[in-house]
């Protein structure tokens, strides 16, 4: 069973840091592209950020480039999103996502707020 732990969200200020975590299971995680959806109250998902199986090719949002990055470690089945500048608009639900034979799969989610 395909599952996806994300962790990591919190309260923060305008322009602070924080690390997202996913931990996956169930599926060879080095062998599947990643990505981080997020998602804000009203509003449709909007895709922030994803990476290769390899790990080495990452592709961003215009509204995360050069804030965000995102990476993986195949050992410890775990993707990363290392979020820094964060704005208000930062703020939603962010889920790490993947495809395995053709079924898409996403965790519960971690909260993300930035708001002074």
């Known amino acids: 069973e395909v599952q996806l732990v994300e962790s990591g969200g919190g309260l923060v200020q305008p322009g602070d840091s924080l690390r997202l975590s996913c931990a996956a299971s169930?599926?060879?995680?080095?062998?599947?592209?990643m990505n981080w959806v997020r998602q804000a109250p009203g509003d449709w998902p909007e895709w922030v950020a994803g990476i290769k199986s390899g790990g080495n090719s990452t592709y961003y949002a215009d509204s995360v480039k050069g804030r965000f990055t995102i990476s993986r470690d195949s050992a410890k089945s775990t993707l990363y999103l290392q979020m820094n500048s964060l704005k208000p608009e930062d703020t939603a639900m962010y889920y790490c996502s993947t495809t395995t034979y053709g079924v898409g799969y996403r965790g519960q989610g971690t909260q993300v707020t930035v708001s002074s």
């Open positions: 169930g599926f060879t995680f080095g062998h599947y592209d």
